[in-house]
């Protein structure tokens, strides 16, 4: 069982909203995922596509909550005919954003650190 890492794009997004992250030991990766192609370090298209450390779907959720008080719930729903995920963003009493069908936790996860951080005003 791994971290899922977040997307490029998720990470592109993080970084213009301030997310920095100093990568000595847990919480990031020395390579990245691009269109299901696993670049390490050996690769030539890392050097030249990732300017981005790649943190784990947690660490930005975690991010999320301690730094802007944004608080991301993935849950499951069974209704009827539909199953899957759903992500909630609330800022503790206020709901700020929500989305609902997701094939996968994950996935759910990722587009709800999307939501958030377009939400960040800076």
């Known amino acids: 069982m791994e971290d899922q890492l ?5 990470a592109k ?7 920095y992250l100093s990568c000595t030991k847990d919480g990031c990766e020395d390579h990245y995922e691009i269109d299901g192609t696993l670049l390490g370090e050996s690769d030539p298209r890392y ?3 990732i300017l981005f450390l790649a943190p784990s779907q947690s660490l ?3 991010w999320l909550r301690e730094e802007r008080n944004m608080i991301l719930e993935i849950r499951y729903f069974l ?3 539909h199953k899957g995920y759903y992500h909630r963003l609330s800022d503790g009493n206020i709901l700020l954003s ?3 069908e997701f094939k996968s936790y994950e996935e759910a ?3 709800g650190l999307q939501k958030a951080l377009e939400l960040i005003n800076e």
């Open 6 to 10: 977040i997307s490029f794009e998720t």
């Open 13 to 19: 997004l993080a970084k213009e909203k301030g997310f």
């Open 47 to 49: 050097y030249k596509q």
């Open 60 to 62: 930005l959720q975690k």
């Open 79 to 81: 209704v009827v005919h």
């Open 98 to 100: 929500t989305g609902f």
């Open 109 to 111: 996860l990722e587009i």
